[in-house]
Nanobody
């Protein structure tokens, strides 16, 4: 299974971006799905996760600003990012779980202050 992330880019602080992730296969059900990020010189950290039951989990640093949701198609997940801050700058990776963790290739989000 391959995951394709899109939607990254350059945005000013206070702005918004929407990331999307889609899996190459709809045969299996990825659960949960979510997003991690890795800033320069830092470890990869969980941003948000969502399971098929609708349960979500957010990093404290993004709670109230980011919203994770399932896309209309199977095995898709979106991340709406509002009120972006310079510290949100990172490569964002989507993932999905089906007996093992599958990762997307990453999409760069740069927030200018």
């Amino acid at each position: 299974v391959q995951l394709q992330a899109s939607g990254g880019g350059l945005v000013q602080a206070g702005g918004s971006l929407r990331l999307s992730c889609a899996a190459s296969s709809a045969t299996l059900s990825l659960n949960p799905m979510g997003w991690y990020r890795q800033a320069p010189g830092k470890q990869r950290e969980m941003v948000a996760t969502l399971d098929t039951g609708g349960s979500t989990n957010y990093a404290e640093s993004v709670r109230g600003r980011f919203t994770i949701s399932r896309g209309n198609a199977k095995n898709t997940v979106d991340l709406q990012m509002n009120s972006l801050k310079a510290e949100d700058t990172a490569v964002y990776y989507c993932y999905g779980w089906f007996y093992s963790q599958y990762w997307g290739q990453g999409t760069l989000v740069t927030v200018s202050s």
